[in-house]
């Protein structure tokens, strides 16, 4: 795990930190700071849910801002080293890391589905690889989500 | 994965606001900590900084809450974290 490259100063008292890092004390273990479960009882599904907010999030003090009942009352004004297109809790389902070398680049997306995510994989030559799609369901919401991704990327 | 849970209060906070805060996320994790006894059948221990040792951070993975002037043990972790507190504000690097 690597330090984040943001460098920002947040004023109190809105503002709170919250991360997951490697326990100075005793590196082999985490400390958490000011989080918990991100995900509700209801988002259980058998596997570990994904968590909204990443290794580190500044929480922002707001009446009833976020949809997610674990966080209802902040927002987020930071995301994480996989960090959201937008700030809205709605875009947290899809995360991006982009890598250069040479002037090509290597784009992964991976969006939050049912069971665990989706991964798209858009190397440089064009070719795209997407890995699991998650689970078809009577609105289609996994598809929906993935083809949004795609589609964005043309 | 064990989890030790600090939710009690060493001092005052160094920061206005920042007790009633960590507070209202603190009692989301209590609710969290309902959520995991129920799916994981797991229940982690929730005690006071002042009553963890350093051989407990052997064993566990820590949750703390409070900032530097409420929790000792995130003054003590302070410098190493990727985390600056100044008064008057937060600064994250």
Redesign the interface.
């Known amino acids: 795990m690597r330090s984040p490259s943001v460098n920002r100063v947040f004023p109190q008292p809105r503002h709170l930190p919250a991360l997951v890092y490697p326990n100075p004390m005793q590196p082999t273990r985490y400390v958490v700071m000011n989080s918990g479960f991100t995900f509700t009882e209801s988002e259980y599904n058998g596997d570990y849910s994904m968590p909204r907010l990443g290794d580190y999030a500044v929480l922002k003090s707001r009446r009833m801002t976020c949809r997610n009942p674990q966080l209802q009352g902040y927002s987020m004004n930071r995301g994480s080293f996989l960090r959201s297109p937008n700030d809205d809790d709605s875009d947290l389902r899809a995360a991006r890391i982009r890598g250069s070398c040479a002037g090509e680049r290597l784009e992964i997306y991976w969006v939050d589905t049912e069971g665990g995510g989706a991964t798209l994989i858009l190397a440089p030559s064009g070719r795209s690889l997407l890995i699991d799609t998650g689970n078809p369901g009577p609105d289609d919401r996994d598809a929906k989500r993935i083809a949004a991704v795609a589609s964005r990327q043309g | 994965m064990r989890?030790l849970?600090l939710s009690c209060w060493y001092g005052p906070p160094a920061?206005?606001?920042?007790k009633l805060?960590?507070n209202?996320?603190s009692e989301?994790?209590g609710?969290?900590?309902d959520?995991?006894r129920?799916?994981f059948a797991r229940n982690p221990r929730q005690i006071a900084d002042k009553e963890l040792t350093?051989a407990d951070?052997?064993k566990?993975?820590?949750?703390?809450?409070?900032d530097p002037g409420s929790n000792v043990w995130?003054a003590?972790?302070a410098s190493?974290?990727?985390?600056r507190w100044?008064e008057?504000?937060?600064?994250?690097?």
Do not use: A, E, W
């Open positions: 989890f849970i920061f206005p606001g920042t805060r960590t209202r996320l989301r994790s609710d969290s900590i959520c995991m129920r799916i350093q951070f052997q566990y993975n820590v949750v703390l809450f409070g995130i003590r972790m190493k974290l990727p985390i100044y008057g504000c937060d600064h994250h690097r």
